[in-house]
């Protein structure tokens, strides 16, 4: 998998360093400073039946992990 950084709408977040969960239209919908705190809020908005990822966030850009 080639490692590209993708831009979000980052209005709720400021430059901090911890994970995102992103929906599939890029939106921003949580942040969490630990990946466990991140992958768990992913899996309750996956049962709710929304597509979502979880990035690592350093300084406002996204790395796919």
């Not at 709720?12 to 994970?19: A, F, H, N, Y």
């Amino acid at each position: 998998m080639k490692r590209k950084v993708i831009s979000v709408s980052a209005r709720k977040i400021d430059l901090r360093t911890g994970w995102v969960v992103v929906s599939s239209s890029g939106r921003i919908m949580s942040f969490h400073r630990s990946k466990k705190g991140a992958d768990k809020a992913a899996e309750r908005m996956k049962k709710k039946g929304k597509e979502v990822n979880v990035y690592r966030i350093e300084r406002g850009l996204l790395a796919p992990v």
